[in-house]
């Protein structure tokens, strides 16, 4: 099969490689039918150090069900399928609280073990509780949509989930990337009154405004803090959704919040150290939240909503290209020209 294999910073390759097998009673094969390239894999694509053998890439796909291995129960052949960005079982003691990406049973995707998704075939591990069957004859149309539930979505209706949003509250979403701005469309799902999004380009905010954002904040650092100030009236924002990692978007998130307000985040910090103290979250009781989303706990009551039009998160993909285009895919996310890239077989 083709698959996607990162060889080094801006080193993506296609090659053919064995398809995946069965190897644990648990598993199935899945036939991707779409998949896609996130922001995180721009992370290894500036700085992986080379790679003789290559790094499997990819960690989002839908697809149909080619084999099911013997202990796999609620799964058969032909099922259309969303596969979520972490694998679990679904059934230990911290996915039945919710918290997927910390099942002892499950694991990440783009590992040489488990193999990467922008491929044309994908093995996955603990098949019963990693994947989420699609019910009946799946529109084309709605793939797009569809295969946001595998992360971007479901990450930005994490990030709004553990902040607490809900209606009457104002909730300032930081990043216009895909995830951002699917926060700011969880957001408004979850009734809040006011959506401010802190961005600067603006075909990606007029998304946002689509998608119920009520205001547009360009500006970065303490004049960034000073819009947000001025459109709360001095007050600051209940909620502030983080969904970029580096430390100037931490430090506009505590800027911004509210007392006794939330910091919820999404982006993956690219900081281990970051202020706690009075001046930061402790002066104005703020929560600080966040993590790896459990998008597996979110999947089954977001697919109707997709099902039925409610919501549209596929707006977020605005470049499609083949398994083969795949490089230049990575390219045109890393050079801002596309926000996120849609893969076909
Ligand atoms: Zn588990």
Do not use: W
Not at 132 to 138: H, M
Not at 230 to 247: K, R
């Amino acid at each position: 099969m083709k698959a996607t294999l990162m060889f080094g910073a801006g080193d993506v390759r296609i090659e053919t490689v064995p398809d995946p097998v069965i190897t644990a009673p648990t598993d199935a094969i899945v036939r991707v039918v779409r998949a896609c390239i996130c922001g995180s894999d721009l992370h290894p694509y500036h700085s992986m150090a080379a790679s003789e053998r290559g790094r499997p890439m990819g960690h989002e796909l839908i697809g149909v069900v080619e084999e099911v291995g013997p202990d796999v129960a609620t799964l058969a052949k032909g099922d259309f399928v969303i596969a979520p960005f972490a694998y679990s079982d679904n059934t230990c003691v911290f996915c039945r609280e919710g918290f997927h990406t910390s099942c002892p049973h499950g694991g990440f995707y783009g590992t040489r073990e488990v193999g990467g998704m922008q491929a044309e075939l994908q093995r996955i591990p603990q098949a019963d509780g990693s994947l989420v069957k699609v019910p009946g004859t799946v529109d084309e149309a709605l793939y797009p949509s569809l295969l946001t539930l595998s992360d971007v979505y479901l990450t930005g209706h994490h990030a709004a989930h553990l902040g607490r949003v809900a209606p009457g509250k104002t909730v300032t979403v930081i990043g216009d990337g895909a995830v951002g701005l699917s926060a700011v469309l969880a957001s408004r799902q979850l009734g809040a009154e006011r959506i401010i999004l802190m961005g600067r380009h603006t075909s990606r905010t007029d998304l946002g405004i689509e998608f119920g954002a009520t205001d547009v904040v360009a500006e970065r650092g303490d004049e960034g803090i000073a819009a947000v100030m001025d459109l709360t009236n001095g007050e600051g924002s209940h909620i502030v959704l983080e969904a970029v990692g580096h430390m100037p978007a931490y430090e506009q998130a505590y800027g911004i919040v509210r007392p006794g307000g939330t910091i919820s985040r999404v982006g993956v910090p690219q900081y281990e150290e970051a202020p706690v103290g009075f001046g930061s979250l402790f002066g104005k009781n703020v929560t600080l939240t966040g993590g790896p989303a459990p998008v597996r706990a979110y999947l089954e009551d977001a697919i109707p909503l997709v099902l039925d039009g409610t919501i549209e998160p596929g707006k977020v993909f605005d470049r499609t290209v083949t398994i083969d285009g795949v490089p230049e895919g990575y390219a045109a996310m890393d050079a801002r020209e596309a926000l996120k890239v849609l893969v076909t077989f």
